[in-house]
């Protein structure tokens, strides 16, 4: 009876002996959660790109989908919101007294405000809006803020397209007090692209910090609300820069000439209503405020990345 036990051993040892030992290579290998280095995070980032693009586009087609207008809102909103600043402001008030063409003017300041201020927004609750999402799935939370202000850039489109019409069909009709300069297009209407460009630079590089603060300090969010309102009147929205250096405050002119979202008024305004080129100030500003943006932004964000979904 000894024999059959002996045969097994020995093919147990026969089969120990043939397996073959996987050898891992763990130097890629990082922990759950851990802040990859930075180079790394850039390129697990790039690899998202294609879940970004359209991540963004359907968020952005189910946009408003409960509602009986739907995605005509996000035309309608800007168009109620310039037809109420042009009753208070432009009639009431008349803040567009020496504004020529103050019609476009007051167009393009609300619209591009609107499209600012809410990816803005938008990008600093994402992290802190998506608490669940963060906690259950490894990836870089960049994408989040990235996917935040991608899909206001889409959801904006029919409102530029709609704001590049109304400049072109009612922008230079004649006010009181100012003149009246006939809008056409013009190659000049190009420099809307490079801008709009860089001002998503800014949008997203404000984002990156701001939603490292909100995810820290849910009470931030009430600081961006209140910085917004600083931001509408320190960009020349309803009214002109001359009115600051007309009561003797040449430090606010100063102050809204160093300001990102009003050189991105200025010569969009420029391009558009008076067919000329901004002055060139403008785009140094801007291109400053794009790069140093980006790169304060994302360093800010990174750095905070292994603190995003942990419970307070």
């Keep these: 009876m000894a024999a059959p036990t002996v045969e097994r051993a020995e093919e147990s040892e026969d089969s120990y002996e043939s397996r073959q030992v996987a050898q891992l290579d763990g130097t ?38 409960t509602d009986s207008l739907g995605r005509l809102w996000m035309i309608l909103n800007p168009l109620l919101m310039g037809a109420a600043y042009f009753f208070v402001f432009g009639m009431l008030l008349n803040t567009g007294r020496g504004i020529d063409n103050f019609i476009g003017y007051l167009i393009i300041g609300v619209f591009t405000f609107r499209f600012f201020t809410t990816a803005v927004s938008g990008g600093a609750g994402s992290i802190a ?3 669940k999402v963060v906690q259950a799935f490894n990836f870089p939370r960049a994408c989040l803020v990235i996917s935040s202000t991608v899909r206001e850039l889409f959801s904006s489109v029919p409102m530029f397209f709609v704001m590049g019409l109304l400049v072109l069909t009612i922008g230079d009709i004649k006010l009181d007090g100012a003149e009246s300069i006939p809008t056409t297009l013009s190659w000049h209407w190009l420099l809307f692209f490079p801008c709009i460009a860089l001002a998503l630079m800014v949008m997203l590089g404000w984002s990156l910090a701001l ?16 910085g917004t309102r600083i931001l509408f009147y320190t960009s020349a929205v309803f009214f002109s820069p001359d009115r600051w250096s007309n009561i003797g405050a040449d430090w606010l002119v100063t102050v809204m000439n160093l300001n990102p979202l009003y050189c991105v008024l200025d010569i969009i305004r420029h391009a558009w209503l008076y067919d000329g080129f901004a002055d060139p100030a403008r785009w140094i500003v801007l291109a400053s405020w794009a790069v140093g943006s980006m790169i304060i932004g994302f360093l800010i964000f990174w750095q905070g990345e292994e603190s995003y979904g942990k419970e307070r």
């Design 211 to 226: 939603a490292r603060a909100v995810n820290a300090h849910t009470d931030v969010k009430h600081l961006i609300s209140f």
């Design 28 to 65: 890629n290998l990082i922990r759950v959660g851990a802040r990859p280095g930075l180079f790394r995070y850039i390129r697990e980032i790039w690899s998202f790109r294609h879940f970004l693009y359209y991540d963004s586009h359907s968020r952005v087609s189910t946009a408003n989908s």
């Design 129 to 131: 809006g998506n608490q």
